[in-house]
């Protein structure tokens, strides 16, 4: 079946600009996590959905990060008025149930980021 | 603090070789230990997981190590190939948000790299 996709692949930004970034997980999967992927190190969580709800936004780098799962299905990312500093790759992560195991976390092909 | 430790940075091994990569971590709550492989411009992909419950679990080439007392684990790649040339991450995470899988809290990652 199909995977986890993730959308644009790439996006340039202009230092100010609001960016969206898409993910749509496995159909079915109730758990949803994003991630910010730096250049040269591991994944490092931002926030994680139940369904529609947002259980942890503890990651999340400042208040100009934003995302929402309004349907419990696809999720969106939001970052205004971006800054150098949030370069980097953003992976989105879903899995099937959170509550039994399996526990094993899907992962998209992410969308690089890059700030000028 | 980094929870999750992880070496060595990088690791060159010859065909056919046993590449070993090594993680501790600190906090006794994780209960799920996943190793994942990413390719350049890809996502990172589930290669085989642990609970500590077992001190080892093999699947194919791939074997985790799990020593509860030492709070280790570690991934051992049998009869290594070139194609097995990536960048190798521990991971954990525990039961939170009120009985769900968490988010997982990775290493930095190895690189990975097997000689013809």
């Known amino acids: 079946g199909a995977g986890v996709s993730q959308s644009p692949r790439y996006k340039v930004a202009k230092r100010g600009q609001d960016v969206a970034l898409r993910c749509d997980p496995i159909?079915?999967?109730?758990?949803l996590f994003w991630y910010q992927q730096a250049l040269g190190q591991g994944p490092e969580f931002l926030t994680y959905?139940?369904?529609?709800?947002?259980?942890?936004k503890s990651g999340l780098p400042s208040d100009r990060f934003f995302a929402e799962r309004p349907e419990g299905s696809v999720s969106t990312l939001k970052i205004q008025r971006t800054q150098k500093e949030d370069s980097a790759v953003y992976l989105c992560?879903?899995?099937?149930?959170?509550?039994?195991?399996?526990?094993?976390?899907?992962f998209g092909p992410g969308t690089r980021l890059t700030v000028t | 603090q980094q929870q999750v430790k992880q070496s060595p940075q990088s690791l060159i091994v010859q065909k056919g070789g046993i590449p070993i990569i090594n993680c501790a971590y600190e906090?006794?709550?994780?209960?799920?230990f996943p190793w994942y492989q990413q390719f350049p411009g890809k996502g990172p992909a589930l290669l085989i997981a642990?609970?500590?419950?077992?001190s080892e679990k093999k699947e194919g080439r791939f074997t985790i190590s799990f020593n509860k007392s030492a709070k280790q684990f570690s991934l051992h790649i049998m009869d290594s190939q070139p194609g097995d040339s990536a960048t190798y991450f521990c991971?954990?995470?525990?039961?939170?948000?009120?009985?769900?899988?968490?988010?997982?809290?990775f290493g930095k990652g190895t690189k990975l790299s097997v000689k013809p």
């Open positions: 992560a879903s899995s099937r149930t959170p509550t039994e195991a399996p526990y094993e976390q899907y």
């Open positions: 159909s079915g999967h109730v758990s």
């Open positions: 959905f139940q369904n529609e709800a947002q259980l942890d």
């Open positions: 906090n006794t709550a994780f209960d799920y």
């Open positions: 642990i609970r500590p419950d077992v």
């Open positions: 991971a954990a995470s525990y039961m939170n948000y009120g009985g769900s899988q968490g988010n997982l809290i």
